[in-house]
């Protein structure tokens, strides 16, 4: 099974997509690459590569081997619409996100940058009960400017509900209150849009805190990642991030990736989800 490409399944895919974005059959747009790592077996890849070129016949299959991307028309949609050059990688962490984030939980964005990812966290977290965004940049400038963002967009008792701090993400675990549950640690890799190019993740501490976030995350939480891979250094922290993912554990994690094959920088999406005890 490991690295066989899934042929029926995938004319079945070409199939449901091509229908849905009224595509013809044998002319599907583009390239995708769909992972999941397994421990010991390298991996499972799904590879869609002019995935009509399969098959012309509509079908469908009750052992469709993603059902999740079937079940959500919001999920559906926007997964949907990235493989067919529509919606952009954070469009998919954020609604990927949704389905695992409850209101009232805490979660942390590691790269808070300009402050996007942290708002789009706070909307899926915050109640009357609560709801915390941690939020971390190494950047006093992308702080301040997360900080902005936050003002124009949320009264006081909202923007109470984050909590930012301008520290290294390798040191999460000295701002997070111990024993806290934490459903969801976001990194969003590369410079800051706008900013300063030169200061930019780098590999060592993305590991450090790809290892913190492995510390303090609980079951049925998700590490996501979104990786650019057009600037020095990003391709190596890419493989860092893979190798990591690869390493976890397969009967505690659920570790992928999509990536693009045809557009070779563009940013890769890696989601980690450690899963709930049976
Ligand atoms: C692509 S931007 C993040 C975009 C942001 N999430 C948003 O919604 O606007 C990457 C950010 O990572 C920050 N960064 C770089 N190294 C870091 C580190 N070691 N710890 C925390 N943040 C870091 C950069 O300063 C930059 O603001």
Request: some cysteine.
């Amino acid at each position: 099974m490991a690295a066989g490409f899934f042929k029926a399944e995938m004319s079945m895919l070409s199939s449901t997509l091509a229908r849905s974005y009224s595509i013809p059959f044998r002319k599907t747009l583009m390239s995708f690459d769909f992972q999941i790592a397994m421990r010991r077996n390298p991996f499972i890849r799904i590879r869609c590569s002019r995935v009509a070129a399969f098959s012309s016949s509509p079908s469908h299959s009750p052992n469709f081997p993603i059902p999740v991307f079937c079940s959500s028309s919001g999920l559906e949609d926007v997964f949907v619409g990235y493989l067919f050059g529509k919606k952009k990688a954070t469009e998919v962490a954020h609604i990927v996100w949704e389905k695992v984030i409850k209101k009232g939980d805490m979660v942390i964005d590691a790269t808070c940058g300009n402050g996007n990812d942290t708002l789009a966290m706070l909307k899926m977290v915050m109640d009357d009960s609560g709801g915390y965004v941690y939020a971390m940049d190494i950047q006093k400038d992308a702080i301040e400017s997360t900080s902005s963002l936050l003002d124009q967009t949320l009264g006081s008792k909202e923007k109470d509900c984050v909590k930012l701090f301008n520290i290294c993400h390798s040191k999460m675990e000295e701002i997070v209150p111990q024993n806290s549950r934490v459903r969801m640690v976001a990194f969003n890799l590369g410079y800051l849009p706008g900013g300063n190019k030169s200061i930019i993740t780098v590999s060592d501490t993305t590991l450090l805190a790809l290892k913190a976030s492995e510390r303090i995350l609980m079951r049925g939480g998700l590490i996501s990642l979104v990786v650019y891979i057009g600037h020095p250094g990003g391709r190596e922290e890419l493989e860092v991030v893979e190798a990591f993912g690869s390493s976890l554990p397969v009967s505690d994690w659920v570790c992928c990736k999509f990536q693009m094959l045809n557009r070779p920088l563009a940013p890769v999406l890696v989601f980690m989800f450690k899963r709930e005890l049976k």
